[in-house]
């Protein structure tokens, strides 16, 4: 859109990031948008400074003012980065990430998506290849997973599925075993059932 010759934008936005547990986003969250956004490249750089200016709130915010007025979208990602980004070691987020356990009350979903997140931020630093990551996710979530009842029923398919993503689809399971006890049909068996493959799980 122009007005005379004069190009207008609609204005990006950017989730609100404080520095703080009060930030609408976490750090990785306001990062992942900032990187969307330099890689669509549809918008003057300016424009993207402005927004991020905008984005940013509270002490996060105040970061900006040791950096000169000419800071670039990529500056001030660095400056931020440094402070809030990720300070932890190859070898101290691998530890982390290996004595994960999904903790009581916790779903299979929110336990592979932790996993999932410490993973990244190895891999972000680049330690490792989508291969090895992959492969760990998935050994780390199936030998993880709380309820042995479940393993024992999914371990055919951990056998089998060689892909996270694919085996994560397996959290059907727990949707199935929720509609069923609600039915008062015996837990036993129904992971009988699942085991020969005579039961589809329901996604909820």
């Not at 424009?47 to 040791?66: D, E, G």
């Not at 007025?69 to 290996?98: C, D, M, R, W």
């Not at 999914?154 to 727990?174: M, Q």
Request: proline share 3%; aromatic share 10%.
């Amino acid at each position: 859109m122009t007005t005379g010759n004069t190009p207008t934008y609609q204005r990006p936005r950017l989730p609100i990031f404080a520095g703080d547990a009060k930030s609408e986003a976490s750090f990785d969250v306001w990062k992942f948008e900032v990187k969307c956004l330099l890689r669509e490249n549809l918008y003057p750089e300016l424009i993207i400074v402005q927004c991020m200016r905008n984005s940013l709130k509270n002490q996060a915010r105040n970061t900006l003012l040791t950096l000169p007025e000419s800071a670039t979208p990529h500056n001030i990602l660095e400056k931020i980065e440094g402070i809030y980004g990720n300070v932890f070691s190859n070898e101290t987020l691998l530890q982390s990430f290996y004595t994960e356990k999904q903790e009581e009350g916790q779903s299979v979903a929110d336990y592979g998506m932790k996993l999932e997140g410490i993973l990244q931020k190895a891999y972000d630093k680049g330690k490792l290849t989508s291969e090895v990551r992959d492969d760990m996710l998935r050994t780390k979530f199936w030998s993880g997973i709380r309820d042995s009842a479940l393993k024992n029923a999914t371990r055919y398919k951990y056998d089998t599925i060689k892909n996270f993503d694919e085996l994560r689809k397996e959290e059907g399971v727990i949707s199935a075993v929720d509609v069923l006890s609600k039915e008062r049909v015996n837990r036993d068996t129904f992971y009988g059932a699942y085991r020969k493959g005579s039961y589809q799980p329901v996604m909820l």
